[in-house]
């Protein structure tokens, strides 16, 4: 038996992994961007790992936000 969760009266869970998210995302795009730009102005070679790490992490973050705030302007 599948219980329906009610939008409005979220878990705790749910609540802190929202919370979690919406602090983690800035941080560690902010982040990214800052080394990304630091290895540009001093012509520092960032390894292949990073750029292969945050270019999709950011386009990731970035086409979901996207998509959620045309979803939402559709509703």
């Known amino acids: 038996m599948s ?3 009610n939008k409005s009266s979220p878990t705790l869970v749910e ?3 929202e919370l979690f998210r919406a602090a983690a995302r800035p941080a560690v795009t ?3 961007a800052a080394v990304i730009a ?3 102005v001093q012509g520092i070679a960032v390894p292949e790992w990073f750029l292969g790490l945050a270019i ?9 936000r996207t ?3 045309v ?3 559709k509703e």
């Open 71 to 73: 979803k939402e302007k």
């Open 15 to 17: 609540v802190f992994t």
């Open 67 to 69: 998509l959620t705030h």
């Open 30 to 32: 902010i982040i990214f």
């Open 56 to 64: 999709p992490c950011i386009t990731w973050w970035f086409a979901e």
């Open 3 to 5: 219980q329906q969760r």
């Open 38 to 40: 630091q290895a540009v």
